[in-house]
């Protein structure tokens, strides 16, 4: 595992799965993020944030944070692994919800500079109607790619914690 993607809908957890991976396997963590949002929520110029995750896919090892469509077909193809953590949106809008209390008035270490978390009806739609409007596609494309990745569909905390264990027990045998 040395080139990582967490994807899946905002709230799933992808931030805290590739921050555990990166403590796991002693990988650099890369929040894409915190690369996308230019202070005051103001995105990228799109040949910049192209030019941008194409020099982090060049690095020998990575883990990356986030799914931006965008990007989605160049981060697969580099990648050896990706883990899509398939929560029931529900669950996402919680946790959205637990992290904007908890960052509410500063920026989340994982966000841009300037990027004040914040909580409002457009996101919390994007997150209601992400499986419906993005889940397919995600699935779609790591279904093409299973022979030749190793694909991790995660669908609760357990799934997750059981992955987590496995990626330990792996990496203190080859430590």
Known sequence: MKKVLTLGC????????????GNI????VIHLD????NPGWVIA???EWIKIVKDILK?????????FASTIDIRLQEADTAVYLDFPRIICLWQVIKRWIFYIGRSRPD???????KIDLEFMMWIWNF?????EMMLEKLEKRKEKKNIHILKNHKEIADFLNKVRSYSSRDA
């Open 111 to 117: 966000m841009g500079e300037g990027c004040r978390e």
């Open 34 to 37: 915190r690369l996308y949002w």
């Open 10 to 21: 905002s709230g799933s957890g992808k931030t805290t799965l590739a921050l555990e991976l």
């Open 45 to 47: 110029e799109e040949d």
């Open 59 to 67: 690095k020998d090892s990575w883990i990356i944070d986030g799914n």
């Open 25 to 28: 396997l002693n990988r650099e």
């Open 131 to 135: 499986n419906r409007t993005h889940r």
